[in-house]
Nanobody
Framework: VQLQASGGGLVQTGGSLRLSCAAS????????MGWFRQASGKERELVSA????????FYQSSVKGRFTMSRDTSDGTVYLQMTSLQPEDTGVYYC???????????????????WGKGTLVTVSS
């Protein structure tokens, strides 16, 4: 399993970024996919997760209405479109995968099976 996240950067408050996660093989067709973030000194938290069999998408309450997770099965990529970014959105964003939806939703850093390297998002005030 390989996950490669990209798209982070520096943006001003109110700006937008789109993160991409390239997954190996047909991973996104068979695994639950998620985006987590970790601010400096804080625990890694689930931002959004996509359930493979019905495309149900979970969003953390703080990002609802601002972030949109999607997937493109033609090239095995999942995306996180982030708009109206705030300084509290700053952190390292990680792409994750797990066969088990429950682990994706509640496993956290220690429970979720696969992680990509993070991409840094910095929102300046």
């Amino acid at each position: 399993v390989q996950l490669q996240a990209s798209g982070g950067g520096l943006v001003q408050t109110g700006g937008s970024l789109r993160l991409s996660c390239a997954a190996s093989g047909s991973l996104i067709d068979t695994y639950a996919m998620g985006w987590f973030r970790q601010a400096s000194g804080k625990e890694r938290e689930l931002v959004s997760a996509l359930r493979r069999w019905d495309d149900n998408i979970f969003y953390q309450s703080s990002v609802k209405g601002r972030f949109t997770m999607s997937r493109d099965t033609s090239d095995g990529t999942v995306y996180l479109q982030m708009t109206s970014l705030q300084p509290e959105d700053t952190g390292v964003y990680y792409c994750a995968a797990d066969r088990n939806w429950g682990r994706m939703m509640g496993g956290g850093e220690r429970g979720v099976s696969y992680w990509g390297k993070g991409t840094l998002v910095t929102v300046s005030s």
